[in-house]
């Protein structure tokens, strides 16, 4: 028998998890807090990626030592999952 709610595609889930990860959870404010509204707290990955873009952004001389220390993770990683 099949399941009677449909199914959504693969792509927005995908990219619906994708999107959470990146914004992060939500953290309401305590109660009895000056403050109207919480804030969203991102994964330490998420905050780990958006530092190295923002670095990435600023600086020149980064972008050499990223796109080395990327290549070499990719290779260390294939070299892994191919053997």
């Known amino acids: 028998m ?3 709610v449909p199914q ?9 998890a994708i999107s959470k990860w990146w ?3 939500y953290v309401p404010e ?11 707290q991102k994964h ?7 530092n190295a873009l923002e670095t ?3 600086n020149q001389a ?6 080395i220390f990327l290549g070499s993770l990719f290779a260390v990683l294939l070299e892994k999952f191919l053997s």
């Open 56 to 58: 990435y952004k600023k």
């Open 62 to 67: 980064t972008k050499w030592l990223l796109g």
């Open 44 to 50: 330490w990955t998420a905050k780990l990626i958006y």
């Open 23 to 25: 914004q992060g959870t």
């Open 30 to 40: 305590p109660p009895g807090s000056p403050f109207l509204y919480g804030q969203y």
């Open 8 to 16: 959504r595609p693969i792509k927005n889930r995908i990219k619906t």
């Open 2 to 4: 099949k399941n009677s």
